[in-house]
């Protein structure tokens, strides 16, 4: 039988303003696509070393060099940054007087270049965008070039920091730190670690699934999150039995851009908005945390979602003779899915215990109530708790 009420997601209103230039050794491409932008670039990349131990670093820089752009490198950037590493790296863009930002690493590196690029030009701090008490009205030209399969912020208008002084992990959202170019060379996928492959995929995956059964999502956003969760089923496990594959890795990085745009699109629900406080509060990769949520939150908001599930299974391949049969074989696919990729964790793996879990209810429903009134099914601060208590 026809659901009726599915007519309006064929109703939006959407522009896509990112350049995205895709494929193998496209990296070397940036100082001839970027050079339009300014003489001097500020770099934001991840400390460590590893984006100069790999050679991507070095390869960015000669790019720039070749099409006579200046650069400053900022390599400071690690997981769950915070507002203060955004704010020291925006005044190194107003310092070395740099004409636009590039991102180059994973979700981290590329948000704080997007907030150092509006942070710079409005001399407002990071955390007033974070907790939400001004809007970014303006921002210098960002690159991004994703060194990862999940994060989505390279084609997207979010980015993420946490506030130290709060442990607030928000979300800040404007069109102004689009990225005006994304270069997703999938070249620079290859020396992902396997936990951090494992981990990034799931982020994806979490993106696309999440988008797909809000209330509001249009089939602009399905299709983008259609293709995105059948890559990552069909490629994502054995990609960790093949890391060094870059036809598994290509596809991968294709699909985490397809869930980025699905959320910049239509945003994610309250499986993120529960993360959030995970990773801001005991420093968990975002994507193991949200590794111990997806099954709680999918079964919680499971009643709710029947049919896209359901629709979700029939792509996959999954046989079923209704929309329950269907949904029900969908999350046993995704918990299989978990478990071959290791990464069937729960809380306490991360030293999370009982006596913690009122602490991250009252986190996440102080500031991450857009993601959980988001959700197709509301939840009480009791239903968080039990989500929160089932993932432990």
């Given at each position: 039988?026809?659901?009726?009420?599915?007519?309006?997601?064929?109703?939006?209103d959407?522009?896509?303003?990112?350049?995205?230039?895709f494929?193998?050794n496209?990296l070397?491409?940036?100082?001839?696509?970027?050079?339009?932008?300014?003489?001097?670039?500020l770099i934001?990349?991840?400390?460590?070393?590893s984006?100069?131990?790999?050679?991507?670093?070095?390869?960015?820089?000669r790019?720039?060099?070749?099409?006579?752009?200046?650069?400053?490198?900022?390599d400071?950037?690690?997981?769950?940054?915070?507002?203060?590493?955004?704010?020291?790296?925006?005044?190194?863009?107003?310092k070395?007087e740099?004409d636009f930002v590039?991102?180059?690493?994973?979700?981290s590196?590329i948000?704080v270049?997007?907030?150092?690029a509006?942070?710079?030009?409005?001399?407002?701090?990071?955390?007033?965008?974070?907790?939400?008490?001004?809007?970014?009205?303006?921002?210098?030209?960002?690159?991004?070039?994703?060194t990862?399969?999940?994060?989505?912020?390279e084609?997207?208008?979010?980015?993420?920091?946490?506030d130290?002084?709060?442990?607030?992990?928000?979300?800040?959202?404007?069109?102004?730190?689009?990225?005006?170019?994304?270069?997703?060379?999938?070249?620079?996928?290859?020396?992902?670690?396997?936990k951090?492959?494992?981990?990034?995929?799931?982020?994806?995956?979490?993106?696309?699934?999440?988008?797909?059964?809000?209330?509001n999502?249009t089939?602009?956003?399905?299709?983008?999150?259609?293709?995105a969760?059948?890559?990552i089923?069909?490629?994502?496990?054995?990609?960790?039995?093949?890391?060094?594959?870059?036809?598994?890795?290509?596809?991968?990085?294709?699909?985490?851009?397809?869930a980025?745009?699905?959320?910049?699109?239509?945003?994610?629900?309250?499986?993120?908005?529960?993360?959030?406080?995970?990773?801001?509060?005991?420093?968990?990769?975002?994507?193991?945390?949200?590794a111990?949520?997806?099954?709680?939150w999918?079964?919680?908001?499971?009643?709710?979602?029947?049919?896209?599930?359901?629709?979700?299974?029939l792509l996959?391949?999954i046989?079923?003779?209704?929309?329950?049969?269907l949904?029900?074989?969908?999350?046993?696919?995704?918990?299989?899915?978990?478990?071959?990729?290791?990464?069937?964790?729960k809380?306490?793996?991360?030293?999370?215990?009982?006596?913690h879990?009122?602490l991250?209810?009252?986190?996440?429903?102080?500031?991450?109530?857009?993601?959980l009134?988001?959700?197709?099914i509301?939840?009480s601060?009791?239903?968080?708790?039990?989500?929160?208590?089932?993932?432990?």
């Open positions: 039988m026809i659901n009726m009420s599915e007519n309006k997601i064929f109703t939006f959407y522009s896509f303003p990112t350049r995205i230039i494929g193998r496209s070397e491409k940036t100082g001839e696509v970027s050079h339009e932008f300014g003489k001097k670039a934001v990349t991840t400390k460590g070393g984006m100069r131990r790999y050679g991507y670093l070095d390869k960015l820089i790019s720039l060099e070749k099409n006579n752009i200046r650069y400053f490198i900022f400071k950037v690690s997981t769950n940054p915070t507002t203060i590493i955004a704010k020291e790296a925006s005044d190194i863009v107003v070395e740099c590039i991102g180059l690493g994973g979700g590196a948000d270049a997007k907030i150092a509006a942070s710079s030009v409005t001399n407002i701090h990071p955390r007033e965008y974070t907790l939400g008490i001004r809007e970014i009205d303006d921002a210098l030209p960002i690159v991004a070039i994703p990862t399969h999940g994060t989505g912020t084609v997207n208008r979010y980015a993420v920091l946490t130290p002084e709060t442990n607030a992990k928000r979300g800040i959202v404007s069109k102004k730190i689009y990225p005006r170019i994304s270069i997703l060379d999938p070249m620079l996928t290859l020396t992902l670690p396997t951090l492959t494992a981990a990034t995929i799931i982020d994806a995956l979490s993106h696309a699934i999440e988008s797909y059964v809000k209330n999502a089939r602009l956003s399905m299709l983008y999150s259609e293709e969760i059948i890559k089923f069909r490629f994502g496990p054995h990609v960790m039995q093949n890391p060094d594959n870059i036809n598994l890795r290509e596809n991968l990085l294709w699909a985490s851009m397809c980025g745009k699905s959320i910049d699109i239509n945003g994610t629900t309250m499986c993120h908005g529960l993360e959030h406080p995970i990773s801001a509060l005991f420093n968990v990769h975002h994507g193991e945390g949200l111990t949520l997806l099954l709680p999918i079964k919680y908001t499971l009643p709710a979602i029947k049919e896209r599930l359901g629709r979700l299974a996959l391949g046989s079923g003779s209704d929309n329950q049969e949904s029900y074989a969908f999350v046993k696919y995704l918990a299989d899915l978990l478990i071959s990729m290791n990464l069937n964790f809380l306490r793996d991360f030293g999370i215990k009982e006596k879990i009122d991250l209810v009252e986190n996440a429903i102080s500031f991450m109530r857009y993601n009134d988001s959700n197709p509301p939840a601060r009791i239903d968080i708790k039990k989500i929160y208590l089932k993932a432990l």
